[in-house]
């Protein structure tokens, strides 16, 4: 029976994948690097969405390589670092770069 929880963590440095069981104790962690976000205009930050899953898809396979059994998750979760933003044409098609916006108070 399904017992484990997912959590994805796309961050501005990297992507990280955690498996927790449903007392919320961390069973195993993978961390990946990503390229770093790109601006074209003042407080904008973007970033190519392929840049994402295939650091979640390495992440996940990180832990699937610590033994976790892909079976045991029952719930996934996503967060990502400030606001990022995006448009979806289907299940996992972006429409465009994801926007990020950062720390608007430096700009004044």
């Known amino acids: 029976m399904p017992e484990n929880l997912l959590a994805l963590d796309n961050g501005t440095q990297s992507v990280r994948a955690l498996v927790f069981d449903l007392r919320g104790n961390l ?8 390229e770093p976000y790109y ?29 976790v059994d892909k079976s045991s998750i ?6 990502t670092s400030g606001r990022a ?16 916006f950062h720390d608007f108070a430096r700009l004044a």
Do not use: M
């Not at 069973?27 to 990503?34: D, S, T």
């Not at 029952?74 to 967060?79: E, F, G, K, L």
């Open 27 to 34: 069973l195993a962690k993978q961390r990946v690097p990503i």
């Open 39 to 67: 601006s074209t205009a003042p407080g904008l930050a973007e970033q190519d969405p392929e840049v994402f899953w295939k650091a979640v898809c390495e992440a996940c396979q990180g832990l699937w390589a610590q033994g």
């Open 74 to 79: 029952t719930r996934a979760a996503s967060s």
């Open 85 to 100: 933003k995006n448009a979806y044409q289907s299940f996992f098609r972006c429409l465009h770069p994801f926007f990020r």
